[in-house]
Every structure is written in C-alpha cells, then in structure tokens.
C-alpha cells in the first residue's frame, strides 16, 4: 500500500510485537482481554479512523474474505462488519438470513462453521444461543468473532463502548457509570461491565426488579473489585455520572410477554430527565431504542448513541486486521 506523502506519519502499527497475541485468534469473550490489549485495539482503531477519514477505503486486507454468518435480526453489527471489511479492501459472504441457507435443511452449526472456513478466511458469527460461538470456534480452524450469543456476550460491542467512552471523555479511569434498563437479558452490559472491572471506576446498574444484573456476574465483578451498587430509579445516581448507558427491554428473550408488557417502558429517557446530569455526560445506547430515549434527546451534544455506532466501525477495522495478522 503506497499512502500519499500527507498520510505517510499516521502510524498503523503493521508487524508490531504484539501481532501474534490475536493472530489467527477467536473473539468469543471479553474476559481475553486486559488493559495492554485495549489499549492495542484502540490504538489501531484510531489508525483506523485516522485512514477512513483521509482516505476511505485501503487494501489491508485485499484479498480476504468474511463469512457473516447471522442466525438473529441485526442492522449494525453485520453492515459494519461488512462496511469494515470492504474498507480494508476485503470481501464478504453475507449469510444475513440463515433461513435461505442449509441452516434451514437442519445443518449444525459446527457443519455451517466447517463449510464457510472453506471459502473465508474468518467468520463473524451471530447466534440465540449461548454459547455458541463457543462451540463454534471448537469446530473451526479459523477466527471466530462472537457478534453476540444470546444473553451471554457481546464482546466487540463492549470494545466499541469502551472506546466511545474514551473517546467521548477522553478516559476511563474515575469514572462513574450507569447501566439502564434491560440488565438481565441484555449482552452487550454483560460484556461492557466485565472490561471495566479492568478500570477504577464506579458502576451503578438501575433496573426493574425483574432485569437485574445477574446475580453471579455481580459477584464475580465484586471479586475483581468493581464497585457496584444497585438502584430502581435513575433519580439518585443521575447526578453523578458520567456515562450514561441505557438499554432495550429485549422482548424477544421473554417467556412471558405480559412481564415485558410491565417493565417495556420503566425508563424513558427525555430532554427533562437529563436536566440535572453533568454538562459533560455520555449517553450512550447500543440501539436498537424501541423507545426508551425520546428522539427529542438526539440535538443534545451528550447524546453519543450515533457517534457510538461509527466508532464501531473502527473497532472492527482494527479486530479483521488483527486477527487476520496485519496489525
Ligand atoms: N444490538 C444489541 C444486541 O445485539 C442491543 C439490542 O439488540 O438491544 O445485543
């Protein structure tokens, strides 16, 4: 890749040392991860935007292919997997609809894995189950990416959080977080409390007594050290933080409908609830809102939810080049 002589100091740091700690690796879980190696991945998806920005689209990864494999609905994470991928000069087979594949012949998955590693060099994979990605990684030879397993983990959307956090804020350390809303069912706070217990700071979960934190994650976070506390209202803990992460009540998880028909609207986020938050508040959102942010809120500089969604993309940059060796 020859860069124009402006770009030629944005350091992408291709054949670093640490190259082979993700080569070839699968991303099932955050808890593979520490601080020396977020700080890594941030660091390429910086390069990254750094690229995007200046020139767009470059040939990394020319000449290598993404199965994106999806057996659940997703907007964002399979479009900037695939957005990520044909940035670095890749290609994709989107397999967005398991229903028009051998999936619906009855196909296992360790079989569909074992099939697209045939034709791809790495499969993102999206799956109701958890565990799943799990058991598909046993199965393959290539990397796997866990694009959410069903309540258990959605590691690449927490990496992404942790950089808009960053980002946003400029750090990570001392802060105080409020995870909002659907704290049973929802993967993406399960993964994103597990990588800030790597952090000092402080996390607040507000919920409906029925979607609480599961109790065994929470002990497991107090054994790392986090410090947790847990509220029914936003009330008493708006004040003082600093992000502010709400969530989906994730309906589709639900047994019974009518428990969702009681808690599917208990927060709503308006322009008078961020009234008496910090000036310099991150909200942030995985999306999809069903409702639980008005859209009144979007004009609002705190509001980071769209932000958060383009450094997605960044962060999956950096994930395709590390585990595919080039980076
Ligand atoms: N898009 C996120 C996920 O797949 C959040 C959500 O669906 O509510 O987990």
Not at 42 to 68: C, Q, S, W, Y
Not at 240 to 267: C, I, M, P
């Amino acid at each position: 890749m020859t860069l124009p002589t402006h770009l030629q100091n944005i350091h992408l740091p291709l054949g670093d040392q640490r190259t082979g700690r993700f080569y070839g690796q699968d991303i099932l879980s955050v808890a593979q991860f520490d601080r020396a190696d977020l700080e890594y991945i941030f660091g390429v998806a910086e390069a990254m935007r750094t690229m995007v920005a200046h020139i767009g689209t470059f040939d990394l990864l020319k000449g290598k292919i993404l199965a994106n494999l999806f057996y659940e609905p997703s907007t964002r994470t399979s479009s900037s997997f695939l957005a990520a991928m044909e940035r670095l000069g890749g290609s994709v087979i989107p397999i967005n609809e398991v229903r028009y594949s051998s999936v619906s012949k009855g196909e296992s998955l360790p079989d569909t894995v074992r099939t697209l590693e045939c034709y791809a060099d790495v499969i993102v994979l999206r799956h109701p189950e958890t565990g799943s990605a799990a058991i598909a990684a046993a199965a393959a030879r290539k990397p796997i990416i866990n694009a959410g397993d069903g309540i258990g983990e959605h590691p690449t959307q927490a990496l992404l959080d942790l950089f808009t956090i960053r980002e946003e804020l400029g750090r990570i350390d001392g802060l105080t977080v409020t995870l909002l809303g659907d704290l049973k069912y929802g993967r993406t706070v399960h993964s994103l409390a597990k990588l800030l217990a790597l952090f000092n700071v402080k996390v607040n979960y507000v919920s409906p007594e029925i979607l609480k934190m599961p109790a065994a994650l929470v002990a497991q976070l107090r054994e790392k050290g986090l410090t947790q506390a847990e509220f029914k209202a936003l009330d008493p803990v708006l004040a003082e933080t600093d992000v502010l992460y709400v969530t989906r009540v994730q309906k589709e998880r639900f047994e019974n409908l009518d428990e969702y028909e009681q808690v599917k609207n208990a927060y709503v986020i308006t322009p008078a609830t961020l009234r008496p938050a910090k000036p310099k508040l991150a909200l942030m959102h995985p999306l999809p809102r069903v409702g639980e942010i008005a859209p009144e809120v979007d004009d609002d500089p705190r509001a980071a939810y769209f932000r958060q969604m383009e450094y997605g993309l960044y962060v999956r940059m950096a994930l395709l080049a590390m585990v595919l060796g080039k980076a």
